[in-house]
């Protein structure tokens, strides 16, 4: 078996590239709802054939492209250090996630999370740097009694995504007005030290 990728498996790569590119390029600029699957097709020179090969409906376009930038994201602004207590780190990625969401805006946001309802993408996708990165903390937070000891592995993982998304979703659609009065960074980290083994710092 060859370890190397196959001509059809590079196009097919690239295809999908080149549309979240021109998804997330549109969806920028005219929001969500606005962009058709016809105008993410023209945008790159694809067929819809093309598109309803690699992505189902735009609903998953719009969340698998949405958590594509957000990894590239999070590989240029975080640092995973098995040598830093584990909530600490916690904290960090959730703030660099936030940050990330307020890059993009309170509509984008808000349409990834309504999206990902509609149309139950699982976003846990084996070598997604967000995921990598939650299940390494996750992994290393047991081992060093970081979180109570009767949740099991998933049930900390999807709790802290859980979390994360909450706050997230809340920020999105709320008026910009309420972003003077609440620090929604210190709402994510006061709702993860809650969510840490009592006791710990």
């Known amino acids: 078996m060859s370890i190397h990728p196959t001509i059809q498996e590079d196009r097919s790569r690239a295809t ?29 020179k694809l067929t819809k054939g093309a598109f309803y090969h690699n992505f189902p409906s735009k609903d998953h376009i719009v969340v698998l492209s949405f958590n594509l930038f957000l990894d590239r994201y999070l590989q240029e602004r975080f640092r995973y250090d098995p040598g830093m207590p584990v909530p600490e780190q916690l904290v960090e990625l959730y703030m660099v996630t936030m940050d990330f969401c307020r890059s993009i805006g309170k509509p984008i946001t808000a349409s990834n999370y309504e999206a990902g309802i509609r149309s139950r993408v699982d976003v846990r996708i084996q070598g997604r740097t967000f ?30 995504v859980a979390m994360f998304s909450g ?35």
Do not use: N
């Not at 999105?172 to 969510?195: H, I, S, Y």
């Open 16 to 44: 999908k590239e080149a549309l979240t590119q021109s998804a997330m390029r549109l969806f920028t600029q005219y929001g969500c709802d606005r962009v058709t699957v016809d105008d993410i097709c023209a945008d790159c």
């Open 131 to 160: 995921v990598q990165l939650l299940e390494q903390l996750v992994r290393q937070g047991i081992k060093e009694g970081d979180f109570p000891p009767e949740l099991t592995f998933l049930e900390i993982y999807q709790s802290l």
């Open 167 to 201: 706050m997230a979703v809340k920020w999105a659609t709320q008026p910009d007005e309420a972003d003077q009065e609440l620090d929604w960074k210190k709402l994510l980290r006061v709702q993860l030290f809650r969510m840490l083994r009592p006791g710990r710092p």
